[in-house]
């Protein structure tokens, strides 16, 4: 069973930084791409960023420039570095991970159980 167990999350004030952390974990042998969504309640979950195995990364416009996806291959791990937070972007952050490959099974995605990430005024 495949699990991506994610940390960092919390309180930070506008202006602030925060950095999450997700790890992978069950015999992995493969993922093709993992990435940070984030929803808020009443709207639909969104991508932030994501990251592909050759590292290339996407980002949603309006976190370019403030927030840097990172990954480590070897460990399953990835990471977000986020920067200037802003109010708006309170919500609930998860890890997610794309066409994993642990073992005989192969997985199209798994989550994490979410972080809530509040920026204060």
């Known amino acids: 069973q495949v699990q991506l167990v994610e940390s960092g999350g919390g309180l930070v004030q506008a202006g602030g930084s925060l950095r999450l952390s997700c790890a992978a974990s069950?015999?992995?042998?493969?993922?093709?791409?993992m990435g940070w969504y984030r929803q808020v309640p009443g709207k639909q979950r969104e991508l932030v960023a994501s990251?592909?195995?050759?590292?290339?990364?996407h980002y949603k416009d309006s976190v370019k420039g403030r927030f840097t996806i990172s990954r480590d291959n070897a460990k399953n791990t990835v990471e977000l570095q986020m920067n200037s937070l802003e109010t708006g972007e309170t919500a609930v952050y998860y890890c997610?991970?794309?066409?994993?490959?642990?073992?005989?099974?192969?997985?199209?995605?798994?989550w994490g159980q979410g972080n809530l990430v509040t920026v204060s005024s």
């Open positions: 997610n991970a794309e066409r994993v490959i642990s073992g005989p099974r192969r997985y199209l995605e798994r």
């Open positions: 069950g015999s992995i042998f493969s993922i093709d791409a």
């Open positions: 990251i592909t195995d050759g590292g290339t990364t």
